[in-house]
């Protein structure tokens, strides 16, 4: 077995996803300043939040779930992977075309389904008109999402990792074009969004075709391995629909309350930033090498991946999630404080952004601890576990409405989050030692979370020396800066002192993967 090689992946991966991360926080950031909290950028995120509600049922979630293990045992086994994913190309792309023909038909059902606080005022009409624009994105970026995976499955994954920057590039032109033109910035935002899918399929199209992997598309077919890809595809659906209801709820929630949806999501911008660069991308790499490491019968080889996967994931999203916690309303202020953004927009987000930042650690051990279960072909365990969740996450919701108010979406996420990591964990020790963490990561794990509370302690005292400049029109941004690389040394000094991490481990590692 030629395996995939884990740490320089997850590093690319990772490079690509800070540099999209990035974009987005730019395109974020231009989206608060010219439109800002309000009925409009609340209609936007309603709307844009429909394709890429649909797009992680279908295309990350449900599909690549069910897609990439069985590719990446057919390329180990050299049994006819191409056919393979041509006829799973061609049966996505049909039911994608009958889901977006319903959606754009019945478009005012689901705003009022996943929106329903709008419909008492304008945002109702407004994230109908939007929606309808916006959400054959679906079509485009679930199939680029097929491409992506099969990319990842031979090894290559710069070109996937990469699509996701075209988005953000695109809709930062566009609103530049906008501004530039005089013309209402929100449409031109709009309108971007599926010529962006357009151009992120053709991206990985032709990375897939360079690659080796031409596929191209036909008639449907429903052959004895599409019947296997539904059977483990379903269970995953469903459970990616418990994931999405969960957002719904909490969309829902906030929907009743003035500019609260457009809080939640540059807070929600925000804590994606280090699970895109960290936890997105160690699942990414670790599903295919796992599933192929299983194919060819390599416990040692799938144990070391797993826990080198989830030391790195908890060595870099740790000390992310202190500093959210401990700083927030200083990075919040800098990123989005400007034009429409008020300061008291900036510390309402802020507050959120700390409840998620409790529960970054626990999105990210997700992504390490699902592919336990995928690269298995086993989507049903999820399902149920996600289920639990789901439960939770309503209750919660709902129920501290009339203590938390708008917040309690945000409580009930990180608390939902939570519970799942628990039931992964526990249900993924059933499967063997393979899905066990072995003893340099159960020695080192302790000692990067007390690095990390160090780390805290010194950001907090550097946070109160700081004061007035963390409030002043520029110097809030050289205050930011300090703040950053104080926090970054005195992680690496404490992380290097108690033997949290070495840097020579990655050193080595990729010396190792160029071999």
């Known amino acids: 077995m030629k395996p995939i090689r884990l740490i320089s992946g997850v590093l690319t991966v990772g490079f690509w996803t800070l540099a999209s991360r990035v974009l987005g926080l730019v395109r974020d950031t231009v989206i608060l300043a010219l439109i800002g ?25 449900a599909f690549n779930a069910a897609f990439v293990p069985i590719f990446s045992k057919k ?27 319903f959606a754009l038909v019945f478009m005012p059902a689901l705003v009022w389904a996943t929106a329903g606080g709008f419909a008492a005022d304008a945002r109702f009409d407004l994230t109908i008109g939007y929606g309808r624009i916006v959400f054959p994105y679906i079509f485009f970026i679930s199939l680029a999402a097929l491409f992506s995976g099969a990319l990842n499955a031979t090894g290559h994954f710069a070109a996937a990792a990469a699509a996701p920057v075209l988005l953000n590039l695109l809709v930062i032109a566009a609103m530049s074009a906008g501004v530039a033109f005089g013309d209402e ?12 899918g357009v151009a992120q399929l053709a991206l990985v199209w032709i990375a897939a075709e360079r690659s080796g992997v031409k596929v191209r598309p036909g008639l449907p077919r429903f052959t004895p391995d599409m019947r296997r890809l539904v059977r483990v595809a379903v269970p995953a659906a469903m459970a990616g629909g418990v994931m999405q209801i969960n957002l719904l709820v909490g969309q829902q929630v906030a929907s009743q309350f003035g500019q609260a949806v457009s809080w939640l999501y540059a807070a929600d911008r925000l804590y994606q930033l280090p699970l895109g660069v960290v936890g997105i991308a160690v699942g990414i790499v670790l599903l295919p090498d796992l599933s192929r490491r299983l194919k060819a019968r390599d416990s040692d080889g799938a144990r070391h991946a797993f826990s080198r996967a989830g030391e790195m994931a908890l060595a870099l999203t740790l000390p992310a999630a202190a500093a959210l916690i401990i700083v927030p309303l200083p990075i919040v202020s800098v990123l989005f404080e400007r034009g429409r ?46 289920l639990w969740s789901m439960g939770v996450n309503a209750v ?16 009930a996420t990180t608390t939902a989050a939570w519970v799942m990591v628990v039931m992964l964990g ?31 302690g010194i950001l907090w005292g550097t946070y109160l020396l700081l004061g007035s400049m963390l409030s002043m029109n520029y110097w809030r941004y050289i205050a930011l800066l300090v703040l950053v690389a104080v926090g970054m040394l005195s992680y690496a000094l404490a992380g290097q002192a108690i033997g949290a991490f070495r840097l020579s481990d990655f050193r080595s590692a990729l010396r190792r993967n160029r071999n």
């Open 341 to 386: 953004t008020t300061h008291a927009d900036a510390q309402a987000i802020a507050i959120a952004v700390a409840i998620y930042g409790l529960g970054l650690p626990a999105f990210v051990l997700q992504k390490v601890l699902q592919p336990l279960f995928f690269a298995r072909e086993d989507t049903r365990t999820p399902f149920r576990y996600a």
């Open 75 to 101: 390329l180990e086994g050299d049994e006819d992977p191409l056919i393979f994913a041509r006829d799973a190309l061609n049966g996505l792309a049909f039911v994608l075309l009958i889901v977006t023909g």
């Open 426 to 456: 526990t249900g993924g020790r059933k499967l063997g030692e393979t899905a066990r963490f072995d003893d340099r990561f159960r020695r080192r794990v302790p000692r990067i979370a007390v690095a990390s509370v160090v780390m805290a």
């Open 396 to 411: 919660l919701a709902v129920g501290l409405v009339p203590i938390a108010g708008w917040l309690s979406p945000a409580i």
């Open 185 to 196: 910035v929100i449409w031109w935002l709009i309108w971007a969004i599926p010529v962006a």
């Open 37 to 61: 909290p309000g009925p409009v950028m609340d209609a936007f995120v309603a709307a844009f939040r429909l394709p890429n509600m649909f797009r992680r049922f279908f295309a990350e979630g």
